[in-house]
């Protein structure tokens, strides 16, 4: 049974940053590629990244520059990095494994402006 658990949302002042994570279960976590997507209100689901399982990155255009997708192998752990938040930032970050319908509960990260 696969498991995502994501962690590491919460409130956050403009500009400021936040390191999701992503724990996995269930799964060889090593030979996946793993992403992250988020929902904002009224939104549909969007990409925000991801990162193939020998490390080559992805990013959707609004994160470049930004965000930093990693992942820790021994620790079946995927993580975000967040810095220089906007308030259009504020979503639900949900961690998915690429190609596969998985995915976590979701962990809200809200910018006040």
């Known amino acids: 049974q696969v498991q995502l658990v994501e962690s590491g949302g919460g409130l956050v002042q403009a500009g400021g940053s936040l390191r999701l994570s992503c724990a996995a279960s269930?799964?060889?976590?090593?030979?996946?590629?793993m992403g992250w997507y988020r929902q904002a209100p009224g939104k549909q689901r969007e990409f925000v990244a991801s990162?193939?399982?020998?490390?080559?990155?992805n990013y959707a255009n609004s994160v470049k520059g930004r965000f930093t997708i990693s992942r820790d192998d021994a620790k079946n752990t995927v993580y975000l990095q967040m810095n220089s938040l906007k308030p259009e930032d504020t979503a639900v970050y949900y961690c998915?494994?690429?190609?596969?319908?998985?995915w976590g509960q979701g962990t809200q990260v809200t910018v006040s402006s």
């Open positions: 998915t494994r690429i190609g596969y319908r998985d």
């Open positions: 269930g799964i060889i976590f090593s030979i996946n590629a």
């Open positions: 990162i193939t399982k020998v490390g080559n990155t």
